[in-house]
């Protein structure tokens, strides 16, 4: 509950900052995409677009390109998860396997342990 009033504390400040900022810089500025072009040439050329949106496409290209990143870097942090959970499944199995074989109920002083641990 906490992080959801921080996050809308945050959030909703940010957003009409944004907006404010939107409004504020409505005027067309020239995006040229040739980084060799002479300063006086590159004036002509090019297209004219927004600042606001000029700001927000590269806000959003860096969100993409961080979220990218990330998620490739955690890539080893999911692999070794997924080990782990295909592993207590298969030990989860053979617990039941054992059980059923020896006939012991799923009841006892472990049973509260697999409950906890939700090996059931």
């Known amino acids: 509950m906490v992080s959801r009033i921080v996050g809308w504390v945050v959030l909703v400040p940010l957003c009409l900052g944004l907006?404010?900022?939107?409004l504020a810089n409505r005027h067309f500025v020239v995006v040229n995409f040739n980084p060799f072009a002479q300063v006086?040439?590159?004036?002509?050329?090019?297209?004219?677009?927004?600042l606001f949106v000029v700001l927000y496409v590269v806000l959003l290209m860096g969100v993409l390109l961080g979220g990218t990143a990330t998620w490739f870097a955690q890539a080893r942090h999911r692999r070794r998860e997924k080990h782990w959970r295909r592993e207590a499944h298969m030990l989860n199995g053979e617990l039941e396997k054992l059980r059923r074989?020896?006939?012991q109920a799923a009841s006892g002083p472990m049973?509260?342990?697999d409950d906890l641990l939700e090996l059931r």
């Open 19 to 22: 907006i404010v900022f939107a």
């Open 101 to 103: 074989n020896t006939g």
């Open 40 to 50: 006086e040439t590159s004036v002509a050329p090019g297209y004219g677009v927004p």
């Open 111 to 113: 049973a509260e342990v």
